[in-house]
């Protein structure tokens, strides 16, 4: 595993002294060095068993230890309240984990499974969203299981320290990117920041220019980019760029037409969007909140750059979807010597690189939140279109039944591609908050 070491995950282990502590403390023992391999691991060395232990690991979780999951691992058969009081107290992702017996066909020496199943239904009754995983960590598929619901609790957590600029409103007419700030709030623990369109109006009648990580512009039809439309892409990059530095964030939602592309002539917006994605902005064009929202939490899963995307037509014979948009990054690109700038410099032209990937949408539908996840197959098929994209091939069902259904149940018109199988993780953010997860 390669995780983040800066990231605290909790973990204790409860029981009841009349059990086997022996069985139990090393099972804790094993857990947490390979919990270690990956992430900075907080709570106590033994099995807790009495009120004195438990109280002194709840106060240092909610003090200077502060992890962002937590692991409440029944040892033993537990106390029924330790683990509610646990969960009531310490309010982050949690997962429940019992452990196999030593010697089922001798005795029982821990009783961890039934403990599991008097925990999980107190805390479903408690509505306490959680996660039971049962077997050993060194289980291949406990790993797979535990990974992928420690990373959704993880960004779940930190998406709580977010807050998405919004740099104007939607773009005119797209009522797919409606949004509702309060249910972004109170789900994600999210905020928003309104930031007028005028400050990058005010920072373009600076005039300044930043050559940005471009020195040459090959047009699309051939030769070199205008020298205009080379200085009107540096002037929007730099006017942007000074907007996002100066907000102090770095999620966005921007409404870049019609008003900020028709400033300039010719507007050069675009390419500048996908620059400042290559250097950590997430931004999402038309003013797409939920947009940006969905690439800030793939960003957290994956730790790569998403590209915001259409879907603008299917492939029966290659069982493809067709992806294209303006604004992507460069770094996206299949390979940088096919970059291409439209004359006007408002479009940029490259083919997405090939490999494994997962197109995703979290949606707004009848003031509440669902999940859309396609896992495709990027195909190394070069595109002929005046801006960024590529062929995704659907895995799991044909490119024409994944249309139809998004189609049918009325999904938004933008989605967001990561690179990897990312289905663990999302079905993982749905069992923490509740929010359902179609996946196709």
Request: with cysteine; proline share 6%; glycine share 10%.
């Amino acid at each position: 595993m390669k995780e983040n070491k800066e990231l605290k995950v909790g973990l204790i282990s409860v029981g009841v002294p009349w059990f086997d502590q022996d069985v139990a403390k090393r099972n804790l023992e094993e857990t947490r060095a390979w919990l270690e391999e990956a992430w900075t691991v907080v709570g106590p060395s033994d099995v807790v068993v009495d009120n004195p232990a438990l109280e002194a690991a709840v106060q240092n979780f909610l003090t200077h230890q502060r992890p962002q999951v937590l692991i409440i691992q029944i040892g033993t058969f537990p106390d029924g309240e330790v683990p509610l009081s646990i969960a009531e107290r310490v309010r982050v992702p949690i997962i429940i984990h019992s452990l196999p017996e030593p010697e089922i066909e001798k005795r029982i020496a821990i009783n961890s499974l039934c403990g599991a199943n008097l925990t999980t239904f107190t805390l479903t009754e408690m509505g306490f969203a959680h996660k039971a995983i049962h077997g050993f960590v060194s289980d291949p598929t406990v790993q797979v299981q535990m990974t992928a619901y420690i990373r959704a609790g993880l960004v779940l957590e930190a998406l709580k320290q977010q807050r998405i600029g919004l740099i104007g409103f939607r773009a005119p007419g797209f009522y797919p990117c409606v949004f509702d700030e309060l249910l972004i709030r109170r789900t994600f623990g999210v905020g928003i920041d309104h930031i007028p369109l005028s400050e990058v109006v005010l920072e373009l009648q600076k005039g300044h220019q930043n050559p940005g990580p471009v020195k040459e512009f090959p047009r699309i039809e051939g030769g070199d980019l205008p020298a205009e439309s080379v200085e009107s892409i540096q002037k929007y990059y730099t006017a942007l760029g000074s907007v996002l530095k100066n907000s102090g964030h770095s999620l966005f939602a921007i409404k870049d037409w019609p008003e900020i592309m028709g400033l300039e002539d010719p507007g050069g917006i675009w390419p500048g969007l996908g620059w400042l994605l290559d250097e950590g902005y997430l931004l999402a064009p038309e003013g797409d909140v939920n947009a940006a929202l969905s690439m800030a939490i793939l960003n957290g899963l994956t730790a790569s750059t998403p590209f915001f995307a259409d879907i603008s037509a299917w492939d029966d014979e290659s069982n493809a979807l067709a992806l294209w948009h303006y604004g992507g990054a460069p770094s996206l690109a299949r390979s940088s010597d096919e970059i291409r700038y439209g004359e006007e410099g408002r479009e940029v032209q490259f083919t997405l690189k090939p490999g494994r990937g997962t197109l995703v949408r979290f949606g707004y539908h009848h003031q509440q939140f669902r999940i859309l996840a396609i896992s495709v197959e990027m195909l190394d098929k070069k595109v002929q279109l005046r801006r960024a994209g590529g062929w995704a091939q659907t895995v799991n069902q044909p490119a024409r039944d994944v249309v139809q259904t998004m189609l049918d149940d009325g999904w938004e018109h933008h989605v967001v591609l990561t690179y990897g199988d990312i289905l663990p993780e999302l079905r993982a953010i749905s069992r923490f908050t509740g929010i359902p997860l179609t996946a196709l």
